[in-house]
């Protein structure tokens, strides 16, 4: 029954109603569109027949009478096609005007045919499962990654289905960005595949998988140029996005892959923000709180290209250290918050060059328009590799999955350095005066100035009696289970709060020689990091009370 609807471009496949109403506007819209009811399928107009929700009426196919809509067998036709565009008077009724095609992120049902859809799976992503296939698609066969969403169970509950529905959701947004994007260092989306009850995203098949776990069991085998070059890739596709208005919002070396020619793909965007796209859900989604930027982290966050390149800092912390966890010292997501916005930072290796922890620490500065934008990142890092010399595919680790010889790509416009940043708004001039005010009078107070460059609303100002501690009375909690940022309540309960625990264990460790945080570093100036390569980079220092002693004490000996 089905195949004689897939030749329509007005024939959605298996799609939810609420997906169809994104396209319904207007009066006189409709398309057809399947649902599986009871291990029946049944077939759907929807269409708009004035104000209000859009209406549904059910196709019956019957082989001897043809197709007529439920309820009305005497006025049958041989075809859907006939039936949907005949002039009968139930149709004015109806008001079947205009037929809506379906957008171009589905795969044209029938246009795909699944030879193994179950034979590896890949791994489970934020929602359903990642399995391995092979796929004719146009009549070519391909490799490919599908993305399944879970399916909806007679033992759900309200809750469950809601749950579900709203993966699917964050799937089709995912489909929608995807389709928009055409680069060498993001995966290759083939679209939806809405021809079974249960529709599928297709991408293209990474065979490296995830660069995280690249990290984590060949570690050993990569050297520090190696790991240049992986960052080089990853910005090289974020530049990519920033230029055609896209954020990614969920940058880590998990949902980086390595393609089959072992260059570095970003994948899952689900959470991620497109110029001209809605994204659904935007209040439940689940944001990855180790590598957001601290404006990401107040109560109303604030998400730009340069929220991204804090993220990118984050995500060169886990190809320095082997896919290491960031923050492995706290485990509740609530300390990181805290001391992501005091300023705090991780340390980084000892081994790696000097350039390369300037890049990375003028990445994660504390002020998001002291951040260098993508395309200089790129810039400093393919600058960084020439120093630093180009492996031979023999040397790289990718050479363990790649079959053949795979040279690094050589890209004219990683030189490039004709765009600029936007400049900074008089809103941005005053808070950075402000800061820089504040700083100054704490230094010569010999006081330190924790967090005198936060940008977030309520952390703003000096602090005084009313404001005591980093964080105002509007503080915000965060934990592994919640979907959204929001205003906590005070605490009455005599345990320490997660802000006073971050702060007495960052102390601690400090007392112990074990110091593993740092405040955040100010931006290089330069637009090439001016250390010296292979000199070790000495470690970040807080900017506070101790450096204000010794300045005066300085001023007193001369």
């Known amino acids: 029954m089905l195949e004689a609807l897939y030749q329509y471009k007005w024939f959605y496949g298996y799609v939810t109603r609420k997906f169809v109403g994104q396209y319904l506007k207007n009066v006189g819209d409709w398309c057809v569109r399947a649902e599986m009811k009871k291990g029946?399928?049944?077939?759907?107009?929807?269409?708009?027949?004035?104000?209000?929700?859009?209406?549904?009426?059910?196709?019956?196919?019957?082989?001897?009478?043809?197709?007529?809509?439920?309820?009305?067998?005497?006025?049958?036709?041989?075809?859907?096609?006939?039936?949907?565009?005949?002039?009968?008077?139930?149709?004015?009724?109806?008001?079947?005007?205009?037929?809506?095609?379906?957008?171009?992120?589905?795969?044209?049902?029938?246009?795909?045919?699944?030879?193994d859809c179950s034979a590896t799976p890949l791994g489970k992503g934020a929602y359903g499962t990642v399995v391995q296939a092979v796929a004719n698609i146009n009549q070519e066969k391909y490799a490919v990654a599908v993305k399944v969403p879970r399916t909806i169970g007679q033992s759900f509950t309200a809750a469950m289905r809601s749950a579900v529905m709203m993966e699917m959701d964050q799937m089709v947004h995912e489909a929608v960005v995807m389709q928009q994007l055409k680069h060498e260092n993001v995966v290759k989306c083939f679209g939806l595949d809405s021809s079974e009850t249960q529709f599928k995203l297709v991408l293209d098949l990474c065979p490296g998988g995830s660069l995280l776990s690249h990290l984590r069991h060949c570690g050993h085998d990569i050297k520090m140029n190696e790991r240049v070059i992986f960052g080089l890739e990853a910005a090289r596709g974020l530049k990519y996005l920033h230029k055609v208005k896209c954020l990614h919002r969920d940058i880590a070396a998990r949902n980086c892959l390595l393609g089959k020619d072992g260059l570095v793909k970003l994948s899952d965007f689900g959470i991620s923000i497109m110029e001209g796209c809605t994204t659904p859900n935007e209040d439940k989604i689940k944001i990855p709180i180790p590598w957001l930027a601290p404006e990401c982290l107040a109560v109303r966050p604030r998400y730009s290209t340069k929220s991204d390149v804090f993220s990118f800092a984050i995500l060169m912390y886990e190809i320095v250290t082997d896919g290491k966890e960031p923050w492995p010292e706290y485990r509740s997501t609530e300390e990181i918050a805290v001391v992501v916005r005091c300023g705090m930072r991780m340390s980084l290796p000892l081994g790696i060059p000097g350039d390369l922890h300037r890049i990375i620490t003028s990445c994660w500065s504390q002020i998001p328009f002291g951040r260098p934008e993508f395309f200089t990142v790129v810039h400093w890092l393919r600058t960084l590799l020439d120093d630093v010399g180009i492996p031979?595919?023999?040397?790289?680790?990718?050479?363990?999955?790649?079959?053949?010889?795979?040279?690094?790509?050589?890209?004219?416009?990683?030189?490039?350095?004709?765009?600029?940043?936007?400049?900074?708004?008089?809103?941005?001039?005053?808070?950075?005066?402000?800061?820089?005010?504040?700083?100054?009078?704490?230094?010569?107070?010999?006081?330190?100035?924790?967090?005198?460059?936060?940008?977030?609303?309520?952390?703003?100002?000096?602090?005084?009696?009313?404001?005591?501690?980093?964080?105002?009375?509007?503080?915000?909690?965060?934990?592994?289970?919640?979907?959204?940022?929001?205003?906590?309540?005070?605490?009455?309960?005599?345990?320490?709060?997660?802000?006073?625990?971050?702060?007495?264990?960052?102390?601690?460790?400090?007392?112990?020689?074990?110091?593993?945080?740092?405040?955040?570093?100010?931006?290089?100036?330069?637009?090439?990091?001016?250390?010296?390569?292979?000199?070790?980079?000495?470690?970040?220092?807080?900017?506070?009370?101790?450096?204000?002693?010794?300045n005066s004490q300085e001023r007193n000996d001369n």
């Open 392 to 550: 031979s595919f023999s040397e790289r680790s990718i050479s363990k999955f790649c079959k053949h010889n795979v040279q690094f790509t050589d890209d004219g416009s990683d030189y490039e350095l004709d765009e600029c940043s936007p400049p900074p708004t008089s809103e941005e001039k005053e808070k950075r005066e402000k800061a820089d005010k504040f700083r100054m009078d704490r230094m010569k107070k010999g006081g330190a100035p924790q967090d005198f460059n936060n940008t977030s609303d309520d952390v703003n100002e000096p602090h005084n009696k009313t404001k005591k501690g980093l964080l105002s009375k509007r503080r915000t909690t965060f934990s592994q289970s919640i979907t959204r940022l929001s205003e906590a309540p005070q605490s009455e309960s005599k345990s320490a709060s997660p802000r006073k625990s971050a702060i007495i264990h960052h102390n601690r460790r400090r007392r112990s020689g074990q110091g593993s945080l740092s405040m955040a570093q100010p931006p290089i100036n330069a637009r090439r990091p001016s250390v010296a390569l292979g000199r070790r980079a000495s470690s970040p220092t807080a900017t506070g009370r101790v450096t204000g002693r010794r």
């Open 40 to 115: 029946k399928t049944d077939i759907i107009v929807c269409v708009v027949a004035g104000t209000g929700p859009f209406k549904e009426y059910s196709l019956v196919h019957d082989r001897k009478k043809g197709w007529y809509f439920l309820g009305m067998p005497n006025e049958s036709h041989p075809t859907p096609k006939d039936l949907l565009f005949s002039s009968s008077k139930t149709l004015k009724r109806l008001q079947l005007t205009t037929a809506i095609e379906r957008p171009p992120i589905f795969i044209p049902p029938g246009s795909i045919e699944w030879e």
